[in-house]
């Protein structure tokens, strides 16, 4: 399978820890996303790199958050100090450029406790 | 208010119903139209991709866009239970760029035999 992949799928923790989810995104794709979307919403863009640039960031995306693509491939997101809030399911979206179509993962779904 | 507004159902239909799904959005800025569909505990993926005011048909799918009214629909003809699922309108910032992706919140579509 050749698609963006996500990883872990589900992870349950406790408020006030730190989780990092991980997004590998289809090959030779140099733009990468993050999107948070929670039940009965639609997703919410948090932030996008061009190769490891990152280029744009969400003002959802608070100083408890950070994203990283070093080497312009995969990428991690980190959140730090959790909050029940942060309860959501997290998507990663690769595409070949800034005129194409984007892919999604599966998501990672996070429960905060 | 939001960039994009759809009514998030839930819609429930017999098998072989026509079924129409509508967003409006407020950004007339916004050049490129697209729906997602996105299964139970899935990412979402791309079902159609219009540029500008029109029609675009694509099997049973058929995208409308009337930016004169902001208004943009997704028809789904001969409709089947494997089309049951929360379909996404979204739309890209910064017009041809593609960008980050303001999506609707979603509609529930349950077709069912």
Same mark, same amino acid.
């Given at each position: 399978d050749t698609g963006v992949s996500q990883d872990p799928r589900h992870k349950i923790t406790?408020?006030?820890q730190n989780v990092t989810f991980r997004c590998d995104p289809i090959s030779e794709h140099n733009r990468l996303y993050w999107y948070r979307? =929670? *039940?009965g919403q639609g997703p919410e863009f948090l932030t996008y790199f061009q190769n490891e640039a990152q280029l744009e960031k969400s003002r959802l995306l608070s100083?408890?958050?950070s994203a990283e693509r070093p080497k312009g491939s995969f990428s =991690? *997101?980190?959140?730090q100090r959790t909050e029940q809030g942060d309860s959501a399911m997290?998507?990663?979206a690769s595409s070949p450029g800034p005129y194409n179509e984007q892919f999604f993962g599966p998501g990672t779904r996070l429960t905060v406790l | 208010q939001k960039e994009v507004e759809q009514d998030p159902g839930p819609l429930s239909v017999p098998e072989g119903a026509i079924v129409s799904l509508n967003c409006t959005y407020?950004?007339?800025a916004f050049q490129y139209f697209m729906w997602y569909r996105q299964y139970s505990r899935k990412g979402p993926e791309l079902l159609m991709y219009t540029y500008s005011s029109g029609n675009k048909e694509d099997g049973r799918f058929t995208a409308q866009v009337d930016k004169s009214s902001k208004y943009i629909s997704l028809f789904i003809r001969d409709s089947q239970p494997s089309d049951s699922a929360t379909y996404l309108c979204a739309m890209p910032d910064?017009?041809?760029t593609l960008g980050r992706l303001y999506f609707g919140r979603g509609t529930q579509l349950t077709v069912w035999p």
């Open positions: 406790k408020r006030g979307q =929670t *039940l100083d408890r958050f =991690t *997101l980190e959140i997290y998507l990663c | 407020s950004n007339s910064r017009g041809s």
